[in-house]
């Protein structure tokens, strides 16, 4: 994910002392709960957390458990990496249409969804070790056909980068890069700088939130986005308002994420090999300044970059979903779907 983008979705949906998961400014109204008495808010916790049991596995990778969700069968298996900020639930409208031609497994970092706490700070290197870990002590055998949404695309790159061997193909939804600001200028840093500071500070007050039962005695207060099918909408709106430790992951990686794209950069990763390999842009400009000038250029320079992303691969595509979101696994499964089903069918060398 782009600095820019993650002030989009917290710094903006912070001022209102509330988290948009994939923020898109519309509030979606939920029922209240009273609490009733100053340790009834965990009480309650539990018995809403009790509602939403993780859906998948819950697999010891050695500092602690992650969740992940397998459905569908066949190979190559599709693995599906969120974006920052956000859980294996942000993949609940292309997930089941996936599994309808292979195996597809979502899954949970460290401290977010249904995942243990997160032990520290987050680097991408400790996120695909950690996902590898996974997924050899899950039984499921590369090579994989990698999604990455967002700052999961960077994720994904990095696994590729250190594992080529293990990775059959890949696609990108509105990936971010790591040289984002490097590209669009030290002033526009600096302001990313300053507004991710603040924002952190939003998830920090949130998390408090969280652990009090601030949230539970008002879940009105922690919306989430209305495009989720009911059931993942609930559920997402139970796991932030009951589990403190996705709020901190969230800040542990909003502090680590300049230190991410740094050390993507000293990687230098230039070519993916010749996998099959699909970018999708999403076709409405994102919120990167608020400065008009700075934020167009800024959007001219992400454009940019995701298309030398997908010159990475010689059998690369760049595709753009017009008039969708940052969020086009939301907007337009669809197309997602059908990128994923076209990696997954030239990796198995035949058509769909």
């Excluded at 989009?8 to 009733?36: D, E, H």
């Excluded at 000293?266 to 090999?273: E, M, Q, W, Y």
Aim: hydrophobic share 35%; glycine share 10%.
């Amino acid at each position: 994910m782009s600095p820019g983008y993650f002030l989009t979705l917290v710094a903006a949906c912070l001022i209102a002392g509330v988290f948009l998961s994939g923020c898109t400014g519309t509030l979606p109204t939920t029922s209240t709960m009273t609490l009733l008495a100053p340790n009834g808010g965990l009480v309650q916790g539990q018995e809403l957390i009790a509602q939403y049991p993780p859906p998948g596995e819950l697999v010891d990778v050695g500092d602690g458990r992650l969740h992940i969700r397998c459905e569908g069968t066949g190979s190559p298996t599709v693995i599906l990496e969120a974006g920052s900020t956000d859980c294996s639930l942000s993949w609940a409208l292309v997930q089941p249409n996936v599994s309808a031609f292979t195996r597809v497994c979502a899954y949970d970092r460290q401290g977010y969804g249904w995942s243990d706490p997160v032990p520290g700070p987050i680097t991408a290197h400790t996120v695909t070790e950690k996902l590898r870990t996974l997924l050899a002590r899950s039984d499921i055998s590369p090579p994989y056909v990698l999604v990455g949404h967002s700052l999961g695309g960077e994720y994904v790159r990095e696994y590729a980068h250190g594992y080529p061997a293990e990775v059959s193909g890949i696609v990108l939804v509105d990936p971010g890069s790591e040289w984002q600001m490097v590209r669009t200028g030290e002033n526009f840093t600096r302001e990313q700088e300053t507004l991710v500071t603040s924002a952190v500070a939003g998830l920090r007050a949130n998390e408090q939130r969280a652990a009090d039962g601030t949230f539970i005695a008002n879940l009105s207060r922690v919306p989430v986005d209305p495009r989720l099918p009911s059931y993942e909408y609930h559920a997402y709106q139970a796991l932030l308002a009951t589990r403190p430790s996705f709020w901190e992951a969230r800040a542990v990686e909003g502090e680590s994420v300049f230190a991410i794209f740094r050390e993507v950069q000293r990687d230098n990763i230039t070519s993916l090999g010749k996998i099959p390999l699909v970018v999708i842009s999403s076709g409405q400009p994102m919120g990167f300044s608020l400065d008009p000038v700075v934020n167009e250029y800024a959007n001219a320079v992400f454009r940019d970059l995701q298309e030398e992303i997908a010159r990475e691969s010689p059998n690369g595509t760049y595709r753009v979903a017009e008039n969708t979101t940052h969020y086009v696994q939301l907007d337009r499964p669809d197309i997602v779907t059908g990128a994923i089903r076209d990696v997954v069918f030239r990796v198995r060398g035949t058509s769909p």
